[in-house]
């Protein structure tokens, strides 16, 4: 498996503060992923990386925006977070080859906003 | 629109059941389709599928994929308590930055 880990494991936070969300992978993975997972609503993705600087919206992209400097690390902030915002979030990476469409996740992160 | 879509969406059986979980998927330029298990935490991945009518395999589990009528299978044989778990799908297109489009889920409970 990808060495992925996510900070932090949980948190709390309230409404109107901003969040980052941090994913770190050491597999020199070039794609990375942020997705939210709600019940009914299944894996979203919000926003995605093909690169260093390089990124994109993805479906569920309002109210979040994403950083990647660096290829192991992919930020994702909430910039004033709502209580929809809620929810499990999942790091995941994919590299390139024979296994270019297998994501490896991260651990998660479970945010509440209160 | 692309869409991958999941049957049953909850599912409870007995030890020792053998069950099949159904992937069914419209979109535009398929190039894979694949399934993950998860447990109380992140998904992890079980098989991709990339051509038609070969079997993929590992211990009790085995998936199959039909190109022609755009639908998987995920068989899994003998089933444990620790087959517990959501297993999903998702398909993969050409073009579209390695971006996955996901079903729901399966809910697969098994009771002892």
């Known amino acids: 498996d990808a060495g992925i880990t996510q900070s932090p494991r949980h948190k709390v936070t309230e409404t109107g503060t901003p969040v980052t969300l941090r994913c770190h992978q050491t597999e020199n993975h070039r794609y990375m992923y942020w997705y939210r997972q709600d019940p009914g609503h299944g894996l979203r993705l919000i926003h995605y990386s093909y690169g260093v600087k390089d990124t994109d919206k993805g479906e569920v992209s309002d109210g979040y925006s994403v950083s990647r400097s660096k290829t192991e690390d992919f930020l994702l902030t909430l910039e004033s977070a709502t209580s929809s915002q809620t929810s499990v979030y999942f790091c995941?990476?994919?590299?390139?080859?024979?296994?270019?469409?297998?994501?490896?996740f991260g651990p998660g992160t479970r945010l509440t906003v209160t | 629109e692309d869409k991958v879509v999941q049957s049953p969406l909850s599912l409870v059986v007995h030890e020792g059941d053998t069950v099949t979980l159904n992937c069914s998927y419209e979109?535009?330029?398929?190039?894979?389709l694949l399934w993950y298990k998860q447990e109380k935490k992140a998904p992890t991945f079980l098989f991709m599928l990339t051509s038609s009518g070969i079997e993929k395999k590992s211990g009790r589990l085995s998936s199959i994929l039909d190109k022609k009528e755009l639908f998987s299978i995920l068989n899994i044989t003998a089933t444990q308590t620790g087959d517990s778990a959501i297993y999903l799908c998702a398909s993969a297109n050409a073009g579209n930055n390695r971006k996955l489009i996901w079903g729901l889920g399966t809910s697969l409970a098994v009771n002892p």
């Open positions: 979109v535009t330029n398929f190039r894979s």
């Open positions: 995941a990476t994919s590299t390139t080859g024979v296994s270019l469409y297998e994501q490896y």
